[in-house]
């Protein structure tokens, strides 16, 4: 594989698609990207803050340590790639609509968020914080979801069907219509301190 480094001297970018490129640590802040495709992309620790990308496809990329200040993220699409320390909780809010899948996401904050209808499927999201956020109507659905906090979030409506490794207490959080698939969803009696026996 060549990798060929970019540098994105433009402010706005349509219909552009970036393969096999190397940015580790670089700049990219202040720039509009628009139907637009990432793939084999290395991201990891850059600066997005103030970006925006509306209709962006991101194929097997490293973004972990991406900062994302005021970032917006506009039906945008993550697949197969790594995010890692990612504080998005500092995203614009005005502009967020997107979709994980089969994502390897770790260490991430969403706190404070309203993502409404947000899809993580069939991906790893361990040891990341969903405090006080709302995720009406989002799709968990086949996913792992180890040592990853949700506190005080709104998981109503939303799908954990096939989802594992998930600890939601039912008195913390609202879970009202929301689904899940057994046997994992014995683990909502976790917060109650109670014995389960089989007869």
Not at 141 to 151: I, Q, Y
Request: net charge neutral.
């Amino acid at each position: 594989m060549i990798e060929t480094v970019v540098h994105f001297d433009g402010q706005s970018f349509e219909n552009k698609t970036f393969k096999d490129i190397s940015l580790y640590k670089q700049d990219i802040c202040k720039k509009e990207f628009s139907d637009c495709v990432f793939k084999n992309c290395d991201f990891n620790e850059c600066k997005f803050s103030w970006s925006s990308f509306t209709d962006c496809t991101f194929v097997s990329c490293g973004l972990s340590n991406i900062k994302v200040d005021n970032c917006g993220f506009q039906n945008t699409i993550f697949e197969s790639s790594k995010l890692i320390g990612i504080i998005f909780s500092s995203v614009n809010t005005a502009l967020l609509n997107w979709e994980f899948k089969k994502c390897r996401i770790e260490l991430c904050n969403f706190s404070g968020l309203k993502i409404r209808n947000s899809r993580f499927k069939e991906c790893t999201v361990k040891d990341t914080d969903f405090t006080n956020v709302d995720l009406t109507g989002s799709d968990f659905s086949g996913s792992d979801l180890k040592s990853s906090r949700f506190h005080k979030a709104i998981l109503e409506k939303a799908n954990f069907s096939g989802a594992w490794n998930y600890y939601i207490d039912p008195t913390d959080n609202r879970i009202k219509q929301a689904k899940f698939s057994s046997p994992e969803v014995l683990s909502l009696l976790s917060a109650f301190n109670i014995r389960i026996e089989d007869i």
